[in-house]
């Protein structure tokens, strides 16, 4: 007889739901209990769709005295005492059309009405920023002087919508200043505050005044607070694996081995744990197949134009880049560093900290967001997708019969289709293609390849073959290849016993594709 398991919650973010329908949770509520068992304000940076609404929604209910609710968690018999507080719950999660000052105003309102404090006549004559005083203030007397919760869920999301049009974000940040301006002038009124969001502005910037924020999306204390751990995987989805072994015909731990390569990787602090991120690791158990869930639920709109207008992306360098904790923490509007955002939007994560430098090493989490990162950017490049993968496929043939000429014939296709609009230097958009389209036909590429004589622009190793690649833009194909072989780039290759293939290339900024190539076999 097969034994009942508990139902997986899938993109299920209310906790009351989530409990009193016997979904399967993952108890995170020792975490709560170590924030709010003393007054605070905490802010936490997390990617998308990794669990940070359900934590709201806990800390709604914990602060709302539903004790009960948690009878088979952690915090219930912690010494927590259950007292309910008056909050005020607000998701940003809003339209780019909608005016945010409005939109405040009316959910501050709806928040008013249930607890019967509502005053059309303040509704009217107060701005969006007094009037979320007002309602501090009513709450706090309504309730017998007991001091006001504020719950905020994606505070950055109405700035990130419109982050490439600078003047439009710059009006949106100054309108949330203003709002969260009002926590710091009523601190004494202020029991708790916790502000969620996927990235982290300069306090300057955004929160104005709220020095007093504590920011736990990078501390080790809280590593695991969003996220799925090896042991928590293996404790609470033990009988939910097994099936999902059984279904891909693998033996347990092979099965554990593969979850791990897909989904774990996710870490957020210097000597932190490594998390599995849920929603991918839900929906592969849900559906018993390996796929790319997370990645396909919806890359990020923001960081998509943030890439186009990046002049100096460079694809190819963002496995194992570096940054100084300075950098995850004091960019702004206008000074944005895109490495920081791919780190805390998820698809780049820490894999050493270098405690000389104070450097952290970054790089791909796992294969899921490794492979469909290169996809979706290779995507971003093209306007015909379509027509694009099926060159990739005349590109391994060509590769496996030795047909450089083919090569260069597919690669000038994928040319042809580029998207103009984006503003990435010709150089640098020539090179994140090429990259791309072999990580992507998983050839072993390395680019800017460091020799005792210079760097070559890029060496594919097949099983058979080397074959070298030196780019000039408006030069010759002939500078290229010379270039190859006044340095000896092709030196250190001769111990693979391989055939090895020397290729110089020219792009032509008019026509913005190879315009002459030459190919000499060693």
């Not at 005044?209 to 990078?218: A, E, F, K, V, Y």
């Amino acid at each position: 007889m097969q034994q009942h398991l508990k139902p997986l919650p899938i993109g299920e973010s209310d906790i009351v739901t989530l409990l009193n329908n016997d979904f399967l949770y993952v108890d995170k509520t020792k975490f709560i209990y170590e924030m709010i068992k003393v007054p605070g304000k905490f802010f936490l940076s997390k990617p998308r769709r990794f669990g940070k609404s359900l934590l709201l929604s806990t800390l709604y209910e914990a602060f709302n005295g539903n004790k009960e609710l948690f009878k088979d968690q952690w915090i219930y018999k912690s010494d927590w005492d259950w007292q309910k507080y008056p909050i005020i719950r607000l998701d940003f999660n809003v339209d780019t059309d909608v005016d945010l000052k409005d939109y405040i105003k009316e959910k501050l309102r709806v928040i008013a009405i249930a607890n019967d404090i509502f005053d059309e006549n303040d509704f009217n004559r107060l701005s969006y920023g007094l009037y979320f005083n007002d309602i501090i203030f009513k709450l706090y007397d309504k309730y017998d002087k007991t001091q006001v919760v504020i719950l905020i869920d994606e505070y950055d999301k109405p700035i990130l919508d419109v982050i490439t049009d600078i003047k439009m974000a710059e009006a949106k940040r100054d309108i949330l200043k203003g709002f969260y301006g009002i926590i710091k002038g009523v601190d004494e009124y202020i029991r708790f505050a916790f502000l969620t969001g996927v990235t982290k502005f300069s306090k300057v910037g955004v929160f104005s005044g709220l020095n007093n924020l504590r920011d736990i999306s990078m501390s080790y204390e809280y590593a695991s607070i969003c996220g799925i751990t090896q042991e928590e995987l293996v404790f609470f989805f033990k009988e939910h694996i097994k099936l999902l072994a059984k279904s891909q015909d693998m033996i347990y731990e092979d099965c554990l081995l593969k979850i791990k390569d897909w989904y774990n990787g996710f870490c957020f602090c210097k000597n932190g744990i490594s998390v599995y991120n849920p929603f991918s690791t839900l929906l592969v158990l849900q559906e018993k197949d390996f796929s790319n869930y997370w990645f396909a639920s919806g890359s990020p709109t923001f960081l998509i134009k943030l890439m186009k207008q990046q002049s100096n992306f460079q694809m190819f360098k963002l496995d194992n880049c570096q940054l100084k904790i300075s950098q995850f923490e004091t960019f702004e509007i206008n000074n944005l560093n895109l490495n920081a955002i791919l780190f805390q939007a998820g698809y780049l994560t820490i894999k050493d900290y270098d405690k000389s430098s104070e450097r952290f090493v970054l790089s791909y989490p796992n294969r899921e967001i490794n492979k469909s990162f290169k996809e979706n950017v290779f995507e971003l490049f093209g306007k015909t997708q379509g027509a694009n993968s099926s060159l990739l496929l005349d590109i391994v043939d060509a590769l496996n019969a030795g047909d450089v000429d083919s090569v260069i014939d597919a690669l000038k296709q994928i040319f042809i289709n580029i998207d103009y609009d984006i503003k990435i230097s010709l150089e640098n958009h020539y090179q994140n293609i090429f990259y791309l389209i072999f990580q992507l036909l998983g050839y072993d590429i390395q680019t800017e390849y460091k020799t005792n004589k210079g760097r070559i622009d890029a060496v594919i190793q097949t099983n058979t073959d080397v074959y070298i690649f030196e780019f000039k833009m408006d030069k010759s194909a002939q500078d290229a290849l010379e270039q190859i072989k006044d340095k000896s780039y092709y030196e250190r290759f001769l111990i693979t016993k391989k055939p090895i293939t020397l290729i110089g290339v020219n792009f032509n900024s008019e026509i913005r594709n190879v315009d002459n190539y030459i190919i000499e076999c060693l």
